[in-house]
């Protein structure tokens, strides 16, 4: 179902990505969710960022476990690709993969482009930064000596990447099991990151379906190319 109306699902994620951008655009709602992180009396956030179990389980540990595997899949690309279970899950494989490579990227190109600030950033939090929204500019009277990078989700990033393993089974169980995991380590990754001051409830939320989408675009592309090869063969 989901590969004949592929286009379909894609025009959907870009319509839900703009209306979620619009609905945080127009609304305190970030503002209100992460009130309820921030004590205003003791000035601290709900998890403290120094804690190093939940720093180790939450950022840096399921970080080099997500780069494991990706290394993981590229190794079995390249040196068991003669094996049966890898052509059987070939396409699955790359297209898991290349979204490994390519959320994360894409993520993080445009938290160095749109200088938007962190939520202990601003001034409501006991920051220097104002509330600035992602088509506001800053105040002319504002002094900013580098671009900071918050938005979207740079560390979620990474889990939501996993959405692409729904691509890797053709059962619809499987694959549902595979979008629940998905999710599961995604909004884990970035919730940890709210309740430490360091993102918005939106940046979580756009950073998911920038993250779908693009598994979406990967997907398209890499069916496209390999009925083309099949039609050069006949």
């Known amino acids: 179902m989901m590969q004949k109306n592929l286009t379909k699902y894609i025009l959907i994620t870009i319509i839900c990505l703009i209306f979620t951008i619009a609905l945080f655009e127009f609304t305190a709602i970030d503002i209100i969710v992460q009130g309820y992180f921030y004590n205003l009396d003791t000035s601290s956030w709900a998890l403290d960022s120094s804690e190093p179990?939940?720093?180790?389980?939450?950022?840096?540990?399921?970080?080099?476990?997500?780069?494991?595997?990706?290394?993981?899949?590229?190794?079995?690309?390249?040196?068991?690709?003669?094996?049966?279970?890898?052509?059987?899950?070939?396409?699955?494989?790359?297209?898991?993969?290349?979204?490994?490579?390519?959320?994360?990227?894409?993520?993080g190109a445009l938290k160095a482009t749109t200088n938007m600030p962190c939520p202990k950033n601003i001034e409501f939090f006991g920051g220097n930064y104002p509330d600035v929204k992602l088509l506001d500019s800053y105040p002319i009277e504002f002094m900013q000596n580098k671009k900071i990078k918050c938005w979207p989700a740079g560390h979620a990033s990474g889990g939501f990447a996993l959405l692409s393993l729904f691509f890797l089974f053709k059962k619809r169980r499987n694959q549902i099991y595979a979008l629940s995991f998905a999710l599961t380590v995604g909004w884990s990754m970035g919730t940890y990151k709210m309740l430490i001051g360091d993102h918005f409830l939106s940046h979580t939320i756009i950073t998911m379906l920038i993250a779908w989408l693009l598994v979406l675009i990967i997907y398209k592309i890499i069916s496209y190319m390999g009925k083309r090869k099949y039609v050069q063969q006949q």
């Open 53 to 107: 179990i939940l720093k180790f389980l939450l950022y840096d540990g399921i970080k080099k476990l997500l780069i494991f595997f990706a290394f993981l899949i590229l190794c079995s690309l390249i040196f068991f690709r003669k094996k049966k279970i890898i052509i059987n899950y070939k396409k699955g494989l790359i297209i898991v993969l290349l979204s490994a490579i390519i959320i994360p990227v894409t993520v």
